[in-house]
């Protein structure tokens, strides 16, 4: 067993079995009587206030409409243990073993589980604008990532766009990979943020709750990543460069396969097509600039980088795409996205401080 797996496996009996945490047990599609309800549990590892959250009460609501509220979804929200440093994957483990019925888990999981076929979509600098996101989580690009998932006890229904993920400082600007060196950066796990992370001179952790916490306030960790979202509600200012996002965070909705498999074909149906609905919500929904606005608004400080710098961030993870491309259809993947207008080209985001006025660092 991995160090990611045990750690995962740890926080599912912390959570199942602790008298504090409260989960409804998972319906998985049987119904009592005819005149009752198919429940289904969605669970995720992110909070109340999370994109996760909104992506699956809209799910829900779609389930509601196309079924006439013949199928019910019950979230799960923080469905890890708090201590767990492998938060999605304990989530991803308890729903292929059937402790819930569905979950959005973001793709940067699935590595650890054994599925490399997401690992492209976290190379870094690559899928960079909002537009570029919405055509990646297309049926057309999505379809064959999602079949690989089969292999391990669920079933991929569609991929959500989440957010950008950045770098977060806080220990002043980031314009070249020097700047990393010896740095500890708070990074939920994934192997291929990890080895960005490396291949850029930093020291990534997964720190949670009350250590992330600890640690910024005694400066042990010297930056974070994360979204703008998230980033301005940090106990601490930050400066992040707006032209150099690392990845874009992307949900995968699923479901248990054998609970799948015990769904009407009408049940299964819905579920479906409240999944594409939902994914077209959510690309609707990316609204990088607003957020960067808000992100300066709440006291973080955006900065840009010159072409010069932007060109050393690109150089120094030569060694993650070599990686990734010895696996062809990640390569072919790769050499896809580059054709497509304006490939690799951030959303603009101009330079801003705290309150949306003062001088940004430089």
């Known amino acids: 067993m991995s160090p990611w ?18 989960v409804p047990r998972p319906v998985q599609g049987d119904r009592q009587d005819q005149d009752e309800a198919t429940v289904l549990t969605v669970a995720t590892a992110a909070g109340p206030e999370s994109r996760a959250a909104s992506q699956i009460q809209e799910f829900a609501r779609h389930v509601t409409t196309l079924s006439s509220a013949a199928i019910r979804i019950e979230p799960v929200l923080k469905a ?55 055509r990646v989580v297309a049926p057309d690009t999505a379809g064959g990532m999602l079949d690989d998932l089969k292999q391990i006890g669920v079933t991929g229904l569609a991929l959500f766009p989440d957010a950008q993920r950045r770098l977060f400082s806080f220990a002043g600007p980031v ?61 601490k200012g930050s400066v992040t460069t707006g032209n150099l996002p690392l990845y874009p965070k992307i949900n995968t909705l699923v479901i248990n396969t054998a609970t799948y498999g015990r769904l009407t074909a009408n049940e299964r149906r819905i579920v479906q097509e409240a ?25 973080g400080t955006i900065v840009n980088a010159t072409e010069q710098q932007v060109a050393a961030f690109r150089a120094a993870v030569g060694p993650v795409y070599a990686q990734l491309a010895r696996d062809p259809q990640a390569k072919a993947f790769i050499e896809r996205v580059r054709t497509f207008t304006g490939a690799s080209e951030p959303d603009p985001i101009p330079e801003c401080g705290p309150g949306n006025g003062a001088q940004p660092l430089r």
């Open 5 to 22: 797996r045990g750690a995962a496996a740890a926080a599912i009996v912390v959570l199942l079995g602790s008298s504090g945490c409260q």
């Open 80 to 134: 890890a243990a708090d201590e767990a440093d492998a938060w999605d994957q304990a989530v991803a483990q308890s729903t292929e073993g059937g402790d819930f019925d569905m979950a959005l888990i973001p793709t940067r999981t699935w590595a650890s589980e054994g599925i490399t076929s997401f690992d492209v979509l976290s190379a870094p600098f690559l899928i960079a604008s909002d537009e570029l996101v919405s």
């Open 175 to 235: 314009f070249t990979p020097s700047d990393l060196a010896g740095k500890v950066v708070r990074a939920p796990r994934s192997a291929t943020t990890y080895a960005t992370l490396t291949s850029l001179g930093a020291s990534p952790r997964a720190l949670t709750g009350d250590l992330f916490v600890e640690a910024l306030a005694s400066g042990t960790v010297q930056a974070a990543e994360s979204s703008f979202s998230r980033a301005r509600s940090y106990p």
């Open 275 to 299: 999944a594409s609905q939902t994914r077209e919500t959510a690309k609707g929904a990316m609204h990088t600039a607003d957020e960067a606005s808000a992100y300066c608004q709440n006291g």
